[in-house]
T-cell receptor, first 111, second 116 residues
Framework: KNEVEQSPQNLTAQEGEFITINCSYS?????LHWLQQHPGGGIVSLFM???GKKKHGRLIATINIQEKHSSLHITASHPRDSAVYIC?????????????FGQGTILTVHP | DSGVTQTPKHLITATGQRVTLRCSPR?????VYWYQQSLDQGLQFLIQ???????AKGNILERFSAQQFPDLHSELNLSSLELGDSALYFC???????????????FGPGTRLTVT
């Protein structure tokens, strides 16, 4: 079993829909990251969370440390949101800054 | 633009060859991380350097090696290349990365390696 699991693996939505991507992890962490990877391949960091909730524009990320679960929400989705969304964690202990990744969620938003 | 640069963007080479991938971190960042993204394995951590010293090692093959130079740029050397080494190789940098706290990482555009 992977240390970081995402669901769903694929997600198709119509423009304007509210989207939720889930991430569960099995290790102790110091932080959780949500990353976005566009078809061109580049990776952009969206959020880094260690507790609570963060919001940036139409994106909201939440984390529940006790349940080892995080969600990424996209409100009023748009075709430009189509990308792969990747959950990653900084594991606790002496892991320094390295990231352990989920398998990614492929999001397609249709106009 | 993350401020992290990687060269080359694309590399096509034959099995058995050796290649060097280069990464320049954001100005002021002391940590450099190398990640491999393949279709079957997804994104995997390879190795981290902090201010010239190796800090953490992941699933890096013995055929692969890396170093970080005094100007903080880093190189990833891949030798005796096999077909299975074909992947996207990302470099990322962060300001810290040697403590227990999470650190935000800034990713380069990646180098796409194709081994034929």
């Amino acid at each position: 079993k992977n240390e970081v699991e995402q669901s769903p693996q694929n997600l198709t939505a119509q423009e304007g829909e509210f989207i939720t991507i889930n991430c569960s992890y099995s290790v102790g962490i110091s932080a959780l990251h949500w990353l976005q990877q566009h078809p061109g391949g580049g990776i952009v960091s969206l959020f880094m969370l260690s507790s609570g909730k963060k919001k940036h524009g139409r994106l909201i990320a939440t984390i529940n440390i006790q349940e080892k679960h995080s969600s990424l929400h996209i409100t009023a989705s748009h075709p430009r949101d189509s990308a792969v969304y990747i959950c990653a964690v900084n594991a606790g202990g002496t892991s320094y800054g390295k990231l352990t990744f989920g398998q990614g969620t492929i999001l397609t938003v249709h106009p | 633009d993350s401020g992290v640069t990687q060269t080359p963007k694309h590399l096509i080479t034959a099995t058995g060859q050796r290649v060097t991938l280069r990464c320049s971190p954001r100005s002021g960042d002391l940590s450099v991380y190398w990640y491999q993204q393949s279709l079957d394995q997804g994104l995997q951590f390879l190795i981290q350097y902090y201010n010239g010293e190796e800090r953490a090692k992941g699933n890096i093959l013995e055929r692969f090696s890396a170093q970080q130079f005094p100007d903080l740029h880093s190189e990833l050397n891949l030798s005796s290349l096999e077909l299975g080494d074909s992947a996207l190789y990302f470099c990322a940098s962060s300001e810290g990365g040697v403590g227990l706290a999470g650190v935000e990482q800034y990713f380069g555009p990646g180098t796409r390696l194709t081994v034929t």
